[in-house]
């Protein structure tokens, strides 16, 4: 079983404290495996999140009690910390999310690496609760369904499919002194990102045991969120990864999503709710919103009938508009022209808002997809390929 860690960290280990006062082998190699394991989490959810090194991601304590100690996790983390490898984020809250870790700019200098795990008792202690871990998820149907499928895909093209897009072309401009480089900057973590991905899937081309799959380096635990929503590995997967799948049988994937959804979720919610509280000033609205809805051109309405959405490009309207719809109520130019559009939409969200805390418009926009797209999924027949 696979960690990641930091290239030369055994060697920075020896420099510290913890490190000197230990007088067995064994128990020397057992804090190097703590500390991959703390290292590896940090990346793992980088990696996961799709979020760069530098920044903060959160390691919830129970965890890090967990598979570290009661009386050792602290003593890692300080051991990290000292050794100016991570960096602890002062700001959490007990009740509302866990602290959070992120890696030093000298981690960041010397990269990742795999690694082994190389002491007997810790080796132990992952087999033991990767199991548990496996069992538990197992036994969820749609959870053991996804890894069932999961396990089904084959890496079929070479690295050089993503590589040669995701690496800069090399550019040159020709000054008095000679040919000078302007080539965009390589994106380390990006690369580091799909490397992970394609190497990791890549080593189950042979593989059919969804037990193997849940405990790979890539993989990490499937969850069901409170809004009904799935997270899992696949669902995260770089694009150009995705793309160089096939299942075992040799089947290309096609992939079947919803114009617009964000949006569409958010009006057919309001739908559903004008339809209960319905009025006359409803009515002009009311079939305007469920034809831009059926026809999957809200974005296209919003772009041709605003002057201040007209001629952006499609990333950066779908950006806009959604920020208006999940930010705080605020009399921003965007809230002014989408309130202008969709009067009863706005003032239905901004209600909720209100009355909620604007957290609860993307609660009700994930539960309401959740409601379509999980429960269409379940019903799927178990012999057929799919992944949600």
Known sequence: MNQYSIKGFPDLLTTSTQFNKLKTREKKLLLLDRCNWFISSIIK??????????????????ILKKYLGDRTYKDVQMCLIGLGIIIENPKYSTSKFSKSFSLTPKAIKLSTNETHIYSKKFNSKIKTLSKVNFREIYSHPILKKILNNTVKLLVVEEPLYYVEQIIPQPKYVETNEGQIDISEQIN??????YNAYYNSFYALNDIT??????NSSINYRPSIAKSGRIYHTIASMPKL????????SNELIWEVDMT???PSIIFLEWLKWAKKNYTKSFKDEYELCLKLLLEGSIYKHIESNSEYFRGLEYKKL????L?????EDKPTKQNEELSRLFPNVMAWINTIKKNAGYKEVSFIGQNAEANIFVEVYKNLPDKEFALI
């Open 241 to 248: 990864i995705r793309q160089s799948l096939r299942t075992k």
């Open 318 to 321: 779908k950006q806009n508009v």
């Open 45 to 62: 959810e980088h990696l996961k999140l799709d979020f760069p090194y530098g920044t903060y991601v959160n390691l919830h304590s129970q």
């Open 260 to 262: 617009s959804a964000q």
């Open 209 to 214: 045991d969804p037990e193997i799959l849940f």
């Open 323 to 327: 920020a208006v719809i999940n930010a």
């Open 188 to 193: 380390i973590f990006k690369v580091d990102r």
